[in-house]
């Protein structure tokens, strides 16, 4: 095999997910070289599961923090350096002393900032991150399929929950989707509470008195099967809805008007909805959600639905 890359990034999930149509260019653009991600180590574990990388370890462990002062390289991180023909770093770029003392431990070198700093969409930014070695995505871009089937029968995730109280949709108005899908598709329906999740979580399914079921807690390569298996998603601006896009739900995902177009996921899969008026919401939120199972139904090309 090829000298490898390692690619750092200690991200939250749907930051480090954004990276994969970048991750996808790396590995096209080095087919025999293996793809090392550093990060947390859950989400090395699910990017392994999924194919998009060939190993991963723990951020934590590579001793970085030792490049931000003038102590020595640690022997371990110096010794992991050679292993690799390029690193790219999303973490550090604010810092002179990091930016200058990466590089110097030889491999052919980029430390980027993970986000962008004007309102161009993240993913489209770490591709860019890119451009000296002239990355570039896949066209068409496709999402990640899972391996395995979860699901059995017709079903519609959702996820209530985001990484702030001012990102998240009202409770109510996903169980007013949820019925008025109910009223017309036959669709199972699971909502998944993630560790921060537990309140909105069992609020809804009270709301929804026993037409639902509750997916608490799973390890995100079995989230990631669950979803990637699911006639449709529904849910709000969160690493989960990220998830969903990436490994091709079709999915509708609510927005703040602050966040959508820096975030909205890559996935085509995925119809990014602004938050503007919960009453009208509603009904947009019910009509892209019948479009995407309709598209899983048929195996039609997704898009919005018409207005």
Known sequence: ??????????GALGDVLQAVPALLGLRAAAPGAALVFAGQSRLGRLLVELRVVDEARAFDGLGLAALFTDAPVPGALAELARRFARI????????????ARLPALGPETIVAPPVPAD????????????????IAPPEPMAPLRVA?????????????GSGGAWKRWPVARYAEVIHAIRGRRSLDVIVHQGPADAEVAERLLSLLAGHATALIEPELPQLATVLGTARAYLGGDSGVSHLAATVGAPSVILFPPATRRRWEPWSPTA???????????????VRELEAAEETARGGLATGPAPE
């Open 148 to 160: 395995g089937r979860a699901l059995t029968r017709p079903t519609l995730v959702v996820h209530p």
């Open 119 to 134: 309102d161009i969409p993240v993913w489209r930014h770490l591709v860019s991150t890119l451009d000296r070695w002239s």
């Open 1 to 10: 095999m090829a000298p490898g890359v390692l690619i750092i990034h200690p």
């Open 88 to 99: 790219i770093s999303w973490f550090g770029s604010r810092d002179a002393t990091y930016r």
């Open 271 to 285: 119809r990014p909805i602004e938050m503007i008026d919960e009453v009208a919401d509603v009904a947009r939120v």
